[in-house]
C-alpha cells in the first residue's frame, strides 16, 4: 500500500464491542427502576432502531430518543431521567476494546500513516475522544469524524468525504477499514481502498483486502 497514506477505520465492532445489546441493558435498567419486568417485542425492537437513525444523523438528540422510546413503552414521565442517565453510564462504561488495537494503531502512526475514525454515532466526536484518552489512543488519531456531528452516515459518499477533508487528503490516498458489506462498497464506490475485518461476505467486489486479526494491518502496511 505504498501510495496510501492516510487509514480511516470504523469504529463500533472494529475498534471496540459491547458484550451486551443496548436494547437490553435499557430494558434491565428500566425494569429495575420501575420495578417490574419490562418486555420489548419485535416491533418496539424496530422503533428502537429507527429512532436511533435519527439521532446518528443527528435529527434528535440521543437523549430525546432514549425519552421517546420509553414513553412508547409506557415507562412513567418521572422515570425517564434516572433511567436514562443509568442506562447512558452502564452503555459507555461497557466498551471494551480489543487486545490489539492500541499496539496495531501505535506501531500505524510510527510508520507515518494518518489515522482517523468515521463511525455512525449518537456520541460526538468530543465523546468518542474521551473513551479513547481512557484507552491511551486519543493522541493516535488525526481525525475523529461522528455522524451525529455532521448529518449523515456510512455508505453515504459525504461522510468518507467530510473525514478525508479533516485528513486533508484525496481518496485515492486514504484506505478505509471496515466490517460492514454496506460501508466498505460505500468507500470503495469513492475510490478509497478497501480493508475488510469480520466481513462476513469474502469478495473482491466489496472489499480489496481481508485480514483475520486487527493487528495484521501492520504485515500490510
Not at 49 to 64: F, M, P, Q, T, V
Request: proline share 1%; glycine share 4%.
Amino acid at each position: 500500500m505504498s501510495e496510501i497514506s492516510c487509514l480511516i477505520f470504523d469504529a463500533g465492532d472494529l475498534l471496540y464491542y459491547r458484550r451486551r445489546k443496548s436494547h437490553n441493558i435499557l430494558r434491565e435498567v428500566a425494569s429495575r427502576i420501575v420495578k417490574r419486568n419490562i418486555r420489548i417485542s419485535k416491533e418496539d425492537l424496530l422503533l428502537f432502531y429507527d429512532l436511533r437513525e435519527l439521532s446518528y444523523r443527528g435529527i434528535i438528540s440521543r437523549k430525546k430518543r432514549i425519552f421517546f422510546f420509553l414513553k412508547h413503552i409506557s415507562i412513567s414521565e418521572k422515570h425517564l431521567e434516572e433511567i436514562f442517565n443509568i442506562y447512558d453510564r452502564i452503555l459507555q462504561e461497557s466498551i471494551i476494546f480489543y487486545k490489539n488495537v492500541p499496539d496495531t494503531l501505535r506501531g500505524l502512526k510510527n510508520k507515518g500513516y494518518r489515522l482517523a475514525v468515521l463511525s455512525d454515532s449518537d456520541y460526538s466526536a468530543e465523546e468518542k475522544m474521551v473513551w479513547f484518552r481512557k484507552a491511551g489512543i486519543a493522541e493516535l488519531f488525526d481525525a475523529v469524524v461522528c455522524s451525529c456531528d455532521i448529518g449523515y452516515c456510512k455508505p453515504e459518499e459525504r461522510a468518507y468525504f467530510a473525514v478525508l477533508e479533516k485528513l486533508e487528503a484525496e481518496p485515492e490516498e486514504a484506505a478505509f477499514i471496515g466490517h460492514s458489506v454496506k460501508d466498505l462498497l460505500g468507500a470503495r464506490n469513492i475510490g478509497l481502498k478497501t480493508i475488510a475485518l469480520r466481513c462476513l461476505i469474502k469478495s473482491r467486489e466489496i472489499a480489496d483486502i481481508y485480514i483475520k486479526d486487527f493487528k495484521d494491518l501492520l504485515q500490510i502496511a
